[in-house]
């Protein structure tokens, strides 16, 4: 079967540095270093190895990001893990959108690019909320998969299977559809030379919001339902309590526990 495979992938601000929010209270993009948000490294990772199973004998892999200038660096590593093509959609009226003007940016390109099966992560790891694939399935009006440790494509079905506390439970859904994938997916590879150099060379289509239809007005901090009102810095981490064990440090620890109705 052929199989035109979507990836969602997000630039993000590098967690090791210092993340701090801009005067306008969305995150400053600017001034601090981003990559690829290392749980959609997952989602190409899984893209590859539903290519390259033996139900599929053509597949096209597309990863696909909205986001700044420097979010071509995220597509370039997927590429160069191994994706065929990718499209950036970019515009500076896309400045602070929240995750429904998001969502209905990348529906717009998913139609646009043309798909059969959508791939993402479990969650950004700036925003951290985990909704977009559930909003996206919304928006493309398709089933959605989520949060799979396993996943596999056949007979025109994607099924996988999901870790809950509680149960294992076996999925399926008719294609297309929207699928995330947990960071128990599996290791993602790392590029090779080869396939960095490759990826130099491999298509990166640039959209803009007219190129999908889409008014200034639906998104970025104007057509954002959430707003950020305030944002204050987190106190400092305290030293904390040291308990010198003199023979009863067992003792001092069940009282501080008690203390805090932790026991
Ligand atoms: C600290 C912080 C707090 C925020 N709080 C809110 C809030 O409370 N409400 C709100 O509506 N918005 C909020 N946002 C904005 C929101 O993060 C963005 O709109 C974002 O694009 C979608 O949310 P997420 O990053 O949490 O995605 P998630 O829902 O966690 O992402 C899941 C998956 O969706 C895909 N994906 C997410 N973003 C993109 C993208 N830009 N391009 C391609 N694929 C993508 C990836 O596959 C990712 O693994 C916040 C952003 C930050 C940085």
């Known amino acids: 079967m052929s199989l035109r495979i979507v990836v969602c ?6 967690a090791t540095g210092d993340r701090h929010f801009a005067e306008d209270l969305t995150t400053d993009r600017e ?3 981003g990559l690829l948000s ?13 290519a390259d199973s033996d139900e599929v004998d053509d597949a096209e892999i597309t990863v696909l990001t909205v986001g700044p200038e420097d979010a071509k660096d995220a597509l370039r590593k997927a ?4 994706a065929d093509k990718a499209v950036h ?14 969502s209905y940016v990348l529906a717009k390109a998913i139609e646009k690019t043309g798909y059969d099966l959508v791939v993402c992560g479990m969650a950004s790891t700036d925003g951290t909320m985990g909704v977009l694939p559930a909003m996206l399935a919304e928006r493309l009006g398709v089933p959605q998969v989520t949060l799979l440790s396993e996943v596999s494509v056949a007979d025109g079905k994607v099924t996988g299977r999901r870790d809950g506390d509680a149960a294992t439970e076996q999925l399926e859904a008719q294609l297309p559809a929207v699928v995330s994938v947990t960071d128990q997916s599996g290791e993602a590879r790392y590029p090779s030379f080869k396939g960095i150099m490759a990826a130099k060379k491999k298509p990166v289509e640039s959209l803009d919001l007219d190129d999908l239809d889409i ?23 305290t030293a904390g309590t040291v308990v010198k064990d003199e ?7 069940a009282g501080f526990l008690a203390e805090r109705k932790f026991v």
């Open 31 to 33: 001034s601090v270093d």
């Open 247 to 253: 023979g009863d440090g067992g003792k001092q620890l």
């Open 38 to 50: 290392e749980l959609d490294e997952y989602a190409v990772e899984q893209a590859l190895q539903i």
């Open 215 to 237: 008014e200034a007005e639906e998104v970025g901090l104007e057509g954002a339902w959430t707003k950020v009102e305030d944002v204050a810095e987190r106190p400092p981490r």
């Open 79 to 82: 590429l160069s893990m191994g």
């Open 9 to 14: 992938v997000k630039y993000v601000p590098d």
């Open 89 to 102: 959609v970019e515009d500076d009226d896309l400045h602070g959108t929240d995750a429904l003007g998001t």
